[in-house]
């Protein structure tokens, strides 16, 4: 199916906007005391102000993650059968983002969290669904899914350990988890594991954009 060659930049434009967006939360919340420094992707975009602009842009990010897998699902063998799995894997996790940005955990935990497993959980299985489907890059593909992959894994396991064995209810102090809290170390693992797997669906992204230059038999890469 012929498509505009500009499509091929969706995928870079969620690469470039993801890191982009979560430093722009996480500079808002350090500066104002909001966050002690050490936080999950969404503590950083909590309370306002840089939840609206973590929200807004998300929402963009989700979008463009949606359009990037329907874009490459039209470029790519439809006979396939893991390519059609994997565009449904791919808008699942747009939609999470989706939640993730609007539901902010102090506020719809339980949407809020459903959101992360849909994005984080839904976006790793697509990235194995598209490695498994094509050979595109596949020796560099490998690596990012067993990376994001295992990151996932100990950002939930540690994740649960540690929420086990904090002393407090949950709420606003969260965001400033310390040692005195209990179940730090945990928390620690958890946060690094998050950001690794934030970091690996990031540069698959890249990975996309020159797949789709392919596809497209673009002239120029830029």
Same mark, same amino acid.
């Given at each position: 199916?012929?498509?505009?060659?500009?499509?091929? *930049?969706?995928?870079?434009?969620?690469?470039?906007?993801?890191?982009?967006?979560?430093?722009?939360?996480?500079?808002?919340?350090?500066?104002?005391?909001?966050?002690? &420094?050490?936080?999950?992707?969404?503590?950083?975009?909590?309370?306002?102000?840089?939840?609206?602009?973590?929200?807004?842009? @998300?929402?963009?990010?989700?979008?463009?993650?949606?359009?990037?897998?329907?874009?490459?699902?039209?470029?790519?063998?439809?006979?396939?059968?893991?390519?059609?799995?994997?565009?449904?894997? &791919?808008?699942?996790?747009?939609?999470?983002?989706?939640?993730?940005?609007?539901?902010?955990?102090?506020?719809?935990?339980?949407?809020?969290?459903?959101?992360?497993?849909?994005? *984080? &959980? &839904?976006?790793?299985?697509?990235?194995?669904?598209?490695?498994?489907?094509?050979?595109?890059?596949?020796?560099?593909?490998?690596?990012?899914?067993?990376?994001?992959?295992?990151?996932?894994?100990?950002?939930?396991?540690?994740?649960?350990?540690?929420?086990?064995?904090?002393?407090?209810?949950?709420?606003?102090?969260?965001?400033?988890?310390?040692?005195?809290?209990?179940?730090?170390?945990?928390?620690?693992?958890?946060?690094?594991?998050?950001?690794?797997?934030?970091?690996? @669906?990031?540069?698959?992204?890249?990975?996309?954009?020159?797949?789709?230059?392919?596809?497209?038999?673009?002239?120029? @890469?830029?």
């Amino acid at each position: 199916m012929a498509l505009n060659p500009r499509v091929r *930049f969706i995928p870079l434009c969620v690469a470039i906007l993801m890191p982009i967006t979560f430093t722009i939360s996480f500079m808002m919340a350090r500066t104002a005391g909001h966050i002690n &420094g050490f936080n999950y992707i969404s503590d950083t975009g909590t309370v306002p102000a840089e939840s609206c602009y973590f929200g807004q842009l @998300l929402n963009i990010i989700a979008l463009l993650l949606a359009c990037t897998t329907y874009h490459l699902y039209q470029l790519v063998d439809k006979e396939n059968r893991l390519e059609r799995i994997s565009v449904w894997f &791919g808008i699942t996790a747009g939609i999470g983002a989706s939640l993730v940005a609007n539901f902010q955990e102090l506020n719809v935990l339980l949407i809020h969290i459903v959101g992360a497993l849909l994005a *984080f &959980g &839904g976006g790793v299985i697509y990235l194995w669904l598209r490695t498994f489907a094509s050979d595109f890059q596949r020796k560099i593909r490998w690596p990012i899914c067993v990376l994001a992959s295992v990151s996932l894994l100990a950002c939930a396991i540690a994740g649960a350990i540690s929420l086990a064995k904090y002393k407090h209810e949950f709420g606003w102090r969260i965001l400033h988890w310390t040692i005195e809290d209990g179940g730090y170390a945990a928390h620690v693992v958890s946060v690094v594991a998050e950001w690794l797997t934030a970091i690996s @669906l990031i540069f698959y992204m890249i990975s996309h954009y020159f797949e789709m230059c392919v596809l497209i038999n673009a002239d120029v @890469l830029p």
